[in-house]
């Protein structure tokens, strides 16, 4: 009798060994990155046609003086433009003032007759395309993305990072930060937006834009207990320096919605293909963004850096302000799942969490930080992010180490 009740004691801790070892190799699954099919390659990028669109790009000539390019014509790390200052007769001129002095039929006519005539300036002297600090940008609105980060419908946060060039350098942090990239599609108008009158009768111009994110700051900004995301605590996740390229160049469509319906975003890390989408994949048009915003911009139901904020000022998109398209799918965040979530609440009830005094959700939250950050799955120093388009340009991004600190 003794023996089989050992034999019992033995089988009994043999299967909670097994259980608790199968529970541990679940729990700790090495994150890994995801890439696309490889046949979803980058699109190659072109120059529109005249007819169907203006290219214009902001030529840095001095520490704080640009002139503006008509662009005609790309080769490798070069783009040939026809320099407008002779024709604008004003200093750091904006594309929408090429469009107000000249028009379009002038601007086709003239990128028609001069293109033979256009100097070839390196790409690396480009200017932004945008440079307020104020911006309106829209989550889950290709609805693979919204998918893949288990969210149903879209959603709206002001971001206040400051636009940066189309070759840039971003920060990492190892210890701290999960940083993610996003390509987007983004529009600009020439007056401010009141009312959807003002949309249909504004200049639109449309350019390529990286949204990059930490994930860490993200997930500690969600409020607890949203079903599906409100924006809020997207501001502080996406608003740091550098946070923010933008494309080289700054298109002007004869047809916007054409345009956009039918322009292609990829992105590539190390080479990789990790997102490609087509505009007409957006759930929301650019249109129905700014009603949105029209609507509801006012309210004061987001947050950064610990105060409540409007979407925008008494919901006016001012010019110069950049509505951002979201992302398609395949970013490297996943919000944590039911496995996650069910290996921090042992963590916390069972291997001791409950003694870090953290609430059981916040504990979940930052053990799916540390996950992260130790797998390092998130951009890391020496990768390479590319962003492309299929008449917008690319942006290149080199992601680095902190700065040392001094001693």
């Known amino acids: ?120 300036y390196r790409r690396d002297r480009l200017l932004p395309a945008a440079t307020a600090s104020g911006h309106v940008a829209f989550g ?8 893949e980060v288990n ?43 009141r009312t959807l009158d003002d949309f249909d009768k504004a200049v639109k ?11 860490a700051a993200l997930l500690r900004g969600i409020p607890a207990g949203e079903d599906s995301l409100s924006g809020v605590g997207f501001s502080d996740a996406k608003s740091g320096p550098g946070l923010f390229p933008t494309g080289p160049y700054i298109v002007v469509p004869a047809d916007w919605r054409s345009f956009v319906s039918s322009e292609v975003i990829a992105t590539t ?7 490609y989408a087509a505009g007409k994949e957006m759930i929301l048009d ?23 904020v409007p979407l925008t000022v008494d919901g006016i998109i001012r010019k110069g302000a950049v509505l951002l398209s979201g992302t398609p799918a395949g ?18 009830f069972c291997l001791g969490g409950f003694l870090s005094f953290a609430s059981p959700r916040d504990y979940v939250i930052g053990r799916a930080i540390r996950r992260g950050l130790e797998s390092e799955s998130f951009l890391q120093a ?3 992010v590319e962003h492309h388009s299929s008449r917008l340009g690319g942006i290149s991004a080199q992601i680095i180490g902190p700065a040392p600190q001094r001693q």
């Open 1 to 120: 009798m003794l023996a089989l009740k050992k034999r019992h004691a033995l089988v009994a801790a043999a299967f909670v060994a097994v259980a608790f070892g199968s529970v541990f190799l679940v729990c700790t699954a090495p994150l890994e990155r995801q890439s696309l099919d490889p046949v979803n390659s980058a699109p190659k990028s072109v120059i529109a046609p005249f007819d169907e669109a203006l290219t214009f790009a902001k030529l840095r000539v001095g520490e704080s003086a640009h002139s503006l390019l008509l662009v005609v014509g790309q080769t490798g790390t070069e783009v040939a433009g026809i320099d407008l200052g002779a024709w604008l007769g004003r200093d750091n001129p904006d594309v929408f003032d090429a469009m107000s002095v000249l028009g379009r039929r002038a601007l086709v006519r003239l990128a028609e007759e001069q293109s033979d005539r256009a100097r070839s």
């Open 140 to 147: 889950t609105n290709f609805a693979e993305h919204g998918e």
């Open 151 to 193: 969210n149903e419908g879209t959603f709206a946060f002001p971001k206040f990072a400051v636009p940066t060039a189309s070759t840039t350098t971003l920060q990492a942090d190892p210890t701290a930060v999960l940083l993610d990239y996003e390509a987007e599609l983004c529009m600009r108008f020439d007056r401010d937006i």
């Open 205 to 215: 111009a449309v350019f390529l834009c990286g949204d990059f994110t930490d994930r």
């Open 269 to 275: 890390l190390n080479g990789a293909p990790m997102q």
């Open 286 to 308: 650019f249109r129905q963004m700014a009603a949105f915003v029209v609507e509801a911009g006012g309210d004061e139901r987001w947050r950064f850096e610990g105060q409540a």
């Open 331 to 348: 970013v490297l965040f996943r919000p944590p799942e039911t496995r996650e979530i069910a290996c921090g609440a042992i963590a916390y």
């Open 382 to 384: 020496g990768d390479a």
